[in-house]
């Protein structure tokens, strides 16, 4: 969604924007949470940052610890 808005291939309120971006990031979670892969946690947890990057850029580089250890696990799943 983000994007579609920044191409300007849609037109869409702030506020429905928000909306939808909340809806998506519950259902999403609710999905995550029900399954065992780590897979979706990765994914959960990646585009969460990457909202919270574009729409909190300064509350995004206090996390910058949290963000180290994210990629350490990452790395670490990757090599086993």
Same mark, same amino acid.
């Given at each position: +969604? #983000? ?15 928000? !909306?939808?971006? !909340?809806? @998506? @990031? ?5 999905f *995550? ?6 897979? #979706?946690?990765?994914? @959960? *947890?990646l585009?969460a940052?990457?909202?919270?990057? !574009?729409? +909190?850029?300064?509350? *995004?580089s206090?996390?910058?610890? +949290?963000s180290? !250890? @994210? ?8 090599? #086993?």
């Open positions: +969604l #983000y994007l579609a808005e920044a191409a300007a291939v849609v037109s869409v309120s702030p506020v429905v924007s928000i !909306i939808i971006k !909340i809806a @998506f @990031f519950l259902c999403f979670g609710a *995550a949470a029900g399954k065992k892969s780590l897979t #979706y946690w990765i994914l @959960f *947890a585009l940052g990457v909202e919270a990057g !574009i729409y +909190l850029p300064e509350a *995004a206090g996390v910058k610890k +949290l180290d !250890i @994210f990629l350490r696990l990452i790395k670490t799943i990757c090599l #086993y």
